[in-house]
């Protein structure tokens, strides 16, 4: 039972509960989720007038092989949750919780084995179906693309979000997609939205990181020389990424501080969702669409409400996997 | 598109990201040239990264506006020297094995780096910068038919500067005085010390220089492409550089043509994917293919690049 | 009465050997003046510090009358001090004009003026008879040209205090000759010479007074006139040294080395050697003499596996070894004193006992099944490094720091050793004192006596006068003449070696 | 003389951490961290409690095979930058096997290694074999090659291997070098048995570059070709020989991390490190096999450590990266020691 500790160490006495995480390579500061994360357990922290580096904190990983230690040293340190951000740590998290029973910990993007695992997983599908409806709505040129960082499971959710978005607000519009293989190569993310642009697009969505910031170069560029094009910023508002050219149409925000904040309450209060899997989508505001809203036209906001409304009422189905988009275009004909 | 326009699409594109490259290849030139092996051009570009980044961010504070991206080059290029000083004096003066230094420069600068910008920004990365070189067709040039729309459009001054500066390299190290002695230190140092050339002092010269311009090639690649300064903004494009300019057989105009043959190769490996025709070669052989035409040119036409004689030696007097 | 150079008790050290020890050499105006010893008797090092490469720790120097302190090659150079290195101070790969102007460029507008200086040095040339191609990349000239470059450069500067460090021991006779009228000239020019050579022949015919040294210390001064070889000779070694060959007619029996129209192409697909036949017997030494570049190299690069053949065949004893890896060729019985000790003889980081072993370290009781066994290794460098007197600490020192006299004498000491049916000599003495060549020479002809066939290449004619029991002479890839050195002259020699005809003889 | 310069060779690595680490302190002091509190959480973090040197050790083992891949082609007269390439393909070989493979252990975890091994030493030899026949430059190529690896290999997991989290699946229990036993003795560290082949490679390096009749042909070869082609020694082959081995080592590496510290190969967004670490450490260890070894306990326990300093002291990791950069400057300037060693004898002559 680790419900049970949960309820002995969430019960009264809520100041000697400490919370912590460890991020990825990207650090507490990626402008990504490892930040937001961190943001999230921050709140958390002040809200329960907990100490930083005390009571809450983080430890950052250089490498993929310092996951497990430093999980590990944050468990010894007595931690009564540890969390993992990013999928990438799934395998470190399953097994040190199988190693250490008693102790809690949480997983970011990923599902794994193991009762003393929270799987914190979201909807990113959703979010970018969202952004999608925009893009497809705004686009003069009826033609999107989307840069993914490294092609995978989890930016696949993105992708095909993103397409069945489009597709449903402008149905001749054609979306353009390239992964540059990399999180890190700005050069590249330029040199694929150069390509996009130069082939009519008018709006890109990224998912892909540092690559990413090669877009906005992009987009500002042309943005300089009276083009008219918009550049989709992923996981944060990058509002201020698109400045001050303002390329930044929209942002699709993941919300990761929202599922930390919450699973540390929880936790707190002896609900950790140990073995479960708490899924963030529209309904739990876990994504959605980022609240800089200046470049958005009405109609393209007022569709977003529909269609929120409808995805989390069950009616639209939003596809996650290309099976599922194929799927879902043959039900739009 | 028409074979006019992917031309249009990739060219523009190779001399861009070429930029960044052709600075820092162009900086190896100088040392090696005067007998130092410098494998820190990574880490000296990714210190020029950091500086300018930074550099431009406080510019744009100041109200420096457009020019402090020109600011921020002429700084990276001093902290570069200064960052590569290190190396000089631990390569020539102290005699150390030079890759060694030139790996620990490597170590040292993305290790500084990363810690000054938590210093600093307490953040993992720089501020996103809005003063940016950008792109922009030359006048009257970008009119000439074709060349115009190929060469002068829709690409960056700073990528011209990168021509121009290895156009002047090539000048000094070949047409001047100073670039008859730096090359006889490395070739033959103890003939030049014959000569009353002062081996150290040339070594030096070479050294910091290589230090300003990979500092540069750090900086322009700040400004013009990622737009801030990550730990990932500079992940293996000094040793790019580096191959560049040992492909270009230590000349400045053949580290030039590398670095561009590079920009080129990695132009058509991203673009292909939208080319018709290479759209569907599976993805990686178009992500491989940089490299791997690279390896091919070298083994096909480029072949056996003969380094400067003294390359990696230290100089003492009187020792054979 | 004043002298140009006046160095009184100079002791120069290096870590573990005292070079120079308290040694004194002064040298008059106008004068050409000897400066003899053995190899590591500290000569280069002597004049390297009169030249400022190295520092002295202890003694005084006066350049014409006033004392100085140079510990920089520049200050030599602005006392008009110019020096001609033993080993070359040349960069390959710039023109003879960019070497020569090197450090003292002139120029037009900021950059180098390639014309004016070319010029200047066409008209040095002219003036001193020193003949180079002022544009032509130091790679591709003769080491005679080469060594007329390195003269340029010190006139060039306007030296008035010339030292040649062993000029004649990389030159062709011929070439030889020339740089004699060289110096003359120069003294007549009112420059006074200091000149190392191991060659007394040449110190009696050009040099006025000879010092001597010996392990570091000065033996003497001694005028040129009232000396002669021998005394010279035993001055410099401490006992009688023996010029004349001696050697019992040879007995050749069966043919051993049998080259038949041989064509090898140099790097430039250009032959290099062109048809050539020779063979050599047991039992006897053919010389080859030639004017250097006359296919000599190619020839023995050839024969030794190194170069690949063109046409025609090479047969040692009955087996064909033509386009064999040189492997091969060495495991049938070849052994190979190379001409160029630091390139091909010696891995000079390697200790002189791994070095020893250097064609034979695969084979038994160096290794077995792959291991090496380094006690039979080192045992057997002992031994060699005791039977060869080669000078050095001991088998563990890497051949780097041996002299080249001794470098030489290890690289003999392992190829005599390997017993081989063939022996080639390829300058064996190049740059060797009298004792170092007395004993080498002796070397090869026991060799011969004990019945094995001997090819030795020399740009020494009296060497391969004495030496060999027949004369090959090379001309233009061929082999144009073989004579009987009991019957020829160096004139004749010469002559043939210049392509000119000779009535009776005819390649065999 | 001699027994001078075996004090230095001793000496000068321990000077050279100190003054790294004093430095270090001093940057953390000017930045406003506590040295002291740093430092003794960056100890306990290296050798306080078998957990943390379990760590260590674990950290070591890939270090130990990079620094032996460079450090063999060093002696060889090459320069290896292709440790990161050879270390992935290796690694996908070793997971591969480990994965489609059914055999008992004895067979399973040797078979495994030697296939990372194979993979590493095929991948190095390209760049030999350019180098020996086309005379093309070995650093551009194992550069080049390094990336055409990370792709590829990606490539390769994306289609045939794929498991959930962008990964493959483990390996199989038999091919397993992680430990039960070791971790249990040292409270779960990722300890596992590759420190043994580690140091089997080492000794095998010495061996064959000291003791065998082909480490004498690799040495003379990078000294000086001329004078083994004269001596009869194939330079080609020994060219492309010890970049071959210099690679078996590299992929060797690679199965550390995917028999050992993983049991799976990941898609990797960019390259791992370790193969760069490698020349550091076998520039540490002077290129030679003890030194390697100790070079990597010395990095990794840094590294390692650096985790511990960032939990207690808060000092970011980096700065352990600067002290490393600092230490191999102070080992690479040892000329300085050796030279006022060599004055102070001087003086005391004369
Ligand atoms: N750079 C050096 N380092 C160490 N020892 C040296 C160095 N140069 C010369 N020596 C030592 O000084 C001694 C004298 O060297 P020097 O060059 O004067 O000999 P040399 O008379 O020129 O011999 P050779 O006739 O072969 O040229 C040598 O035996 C050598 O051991
Ligand atoms: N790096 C070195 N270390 C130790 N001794 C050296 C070194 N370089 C030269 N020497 C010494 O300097 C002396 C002269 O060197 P040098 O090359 O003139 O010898 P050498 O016999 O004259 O060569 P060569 O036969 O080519 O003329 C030799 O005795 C050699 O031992
Ligand atoms: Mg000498
Ligand atoms: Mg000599």
Redesign the interface.
Known sequence: GSSDDGKSSGGGEKKDFKVAMVTD???????SFNQSAWEGLTKFGKDNSLEE?KGY?Y??S?????Y???L???I??KYDVVFGIG??M??DVET?AK??PDAKLAIVD??VKGDNVANITFSEHEGSFLVGLVAGMQSKSNKVGFVG??????IKKFENGFKAGVLTANPKAEV?V???????????G???A???Y??GADVIYHAAG?TG??V??EA???K??GEDVWVIGVDRDQH??G??ENVTLTSMVKRVDQAVYEVSEQAMNGKFPGGKIVEFGLKEDGVGIAPTQENVEEKSLQSVEDFKKKIIAGEVKVPKTDAEFEEFKKNLK | MSFMDILALIIPAAIVSAAPLIFTALGGVFSERSGVVNIGLEGLMLFGAFTGAVTIYYGEQFGLDGAAPWVSFVVAMIVGALFASIHAVASISLKADQVVSGVAINFLAAGLAIFLTKKIFNAGQTPVISERISKSDIPFLSDIPIIGKLFFSNAYLTSYLAVFVALIVWYVLYKTPFGLRLRSVGEHPMAADTMGINVKKMRYVGVLLSGALAGLGGAVYVASISGNFTHSTITGQGFMALAAMIFGKWHPLGALGAALFFGLAQAISISGAQIPGLQDIPKVFLLIAPYVLTILALAGLVGRADAPKALGTPYEKGKR | MEYVIDMRNIRKEFPGIVANDNITLQVKKGEIHALLGENGAGKSTLMNVLFGLYEPEQGEIFVKGNKVVNNDPNIANSLGIGMVHQHFMLVDKFTVTENIILGKEPTKGGRVDLQTAAKEVQALSDQYGLRVDPNAKIENISVGMQQRVEILKTLYRGADILIFDEPTAVLTPQEIVELIQIMKKLVNEGKSIILITHKLKEIMEVCDRCTVIRRGRGVGTVDVSDSNPDSLAAMMVGREVNFKVEKNDAVPKEAVLKIKDLVVQDSRKVPAVNGLNLTVHAGEIVGIAGVDGNGQSELLEAITGLHKVHEGSIHLRDKEITNKSPRNVTENGLSHIPQDRHKHGLVLDFSVGENMVLQTYYQKPYSKSGILNFKPIFDKAKKLIEEYDVRTPDAYTPARALSGGNQQKAIIAREVDRDPDFLIAAQPTRGLDVGAIEFIHSKLIEQRDNGKAVLLVSFELEEIINVSDRIAVMYEGKIVAIVNPKETTEQELGLLMAGGKRGTVHAE | MQNNTKKIKFIVPLISVFLGLLIGGIIMLISGYKPIEAYVALFQGIFGGSYYIGETIRQMSPLILSGLAVAFAFRTGLFNIGVEGQLLVGWLAAVYVGIFVDAPAIIHIPLAVLAAGVAGALWGSVPGILKARFKVHEVITTIMMNYIALYSTNEIIRNFMLAPGERTENVKESASLASPFLQSITEYSTLHFGIIVAIVAAVIMWFLLWRTTLGYELRAVGFNQHASQYAGINVSKNIVLSMAISGAFAGIAGSMEGLGTYQYMTINAGFTGVGFDGIAVALLGANSAIGVILGAALFGGLKIGALNMQAIAGVPTELVGVVIALIIFFVACSYLVHWLMNRVNRGGKI
């Open positions: 390579t990207g650090g507490v500061d990626d402008k580096s904190k430890l950052q250089t490498a993929q092989s310092d497990k230690p430093n590990n040293s944050l010894r340190q999928f990438l799934g395998t040190v190693q250490q990923m599902v960082g490294v092609n995978s499971e989890l353009l390239q992964y540059a293989e990399d999180f890190n190569k700005a050069e590249k330029q040199q694929i150069n390509t996009f130069q082939q540092g910031m090669g906005f170069t500002k560029n042309r300089k020389n201020e990424e400045m001050p």
